[in-house]
């Protein structure tokens, strides 16, 4: 049963740096084929991908957000950490960490698996 | 990055109905395409990917269809518990991309 569960502060000010955790059970972020992937839902608006880790350390970022976002792995403790720095409130949004599944042998990345969310705030 | 475009943005429907919503892509995505299901106050939930690919659990009233460019989720019979919004999102390249979401409400 693979689960994930996000964590992390619900207010930050403006230009401070966010840091989330994504604990994650029922798999290993060591098995070829396995990514996780950070994605955001700002109030009343549509999702939006930011990053993905792979089981061997490759990233991907969203091209818009890049120069702000890092996203690490501690393959020990079944976690995936996104860091956003210079917060800014338009990054108010429910920040929800997800299972990559790989399509196949394609390389094509789908999200089976979602954490509950967390809604963090950026309010002076 | 690649345009999702959902259409409608909302429908009204009763239970019982069949229900057809359409996702576009700016550039063909071949086969690479997901739809979710999200209700109020909860995370997405995988309905089907690869266009088509049923998720193990998901209801067989709910089927997908399309390649390229053009694609539907389809709701054959609904449900009381299928009212709410529907997102697609394509995989085949970077950054994925979702549509701006469809809202099934009650008619």
């Known amino acids: 049963q693979i689960t994930l569960k996000e964590s992390g502060p619900t207010l930050v000010k403006p230009t401070q740096t966010l840091t989330l955790t994504c604990t994650f059970s029922g798999f290993s972020l060591s098995t070829s084929g396995v990514g996780v992937g950070w994605i955001r839902q700002p109030p009343g608006k549509a999702l939006e991908w930011l990053a993905l880790i792979y089981w061997d350390d490759d990233k991907r970022y969203s091209p818009s957000l890049k120069s702000r976002l890092t996203i690490t792995k501690d393959t020990s403790k079944n976690q995936v950490v996104l860091t956003m720095t210079n917060m800014d409130p338009v990054d108010t949004a429910t920040y929800y960490c997800?299972?990559?599944?790989?399509?196949?042998?394609?390389?094509?990345?789908?999200?089976?698996?979602w954490g509950q969310g967390t809604l963090v705030t950026v309010s002076s | 990055a690649i345009r999702m475009t959902q259409s409608p943005s909302s429908l009204s429907a009763s239970t019982g109905d069949r229900v057809t919503i359409t996702c576009r892509a700016s550039q063909g995505i071949s086969s690479y395409l997901a739809w979710y299901q999200q209700k109020p106050g909860k995370a997405p939930k995988l309905l089907i990917y690869?266009?088509?690919t049923l998720q193990s659990g998901v209801p067989s009233r709910f089927s997908g269809s399309g390649s390229g460019t053009d694609f539907t989720l389809t709701i054959s019979c609904l449900q009381s518990e299928d009212f709410a919004t529907y997102y697609c999102q394509q995989y085949y390249s970077y950054p994925p991309t979702f549509g701006q979401g469809t809202k099934v409400e009650i008619k």
């Open positions: 997800a299972h990559g599944t790989v399509q196949g042998s394609s390389g094509y990345y789908y999200y089976s698996y």
């Open positions: 690869a266009a088509s």
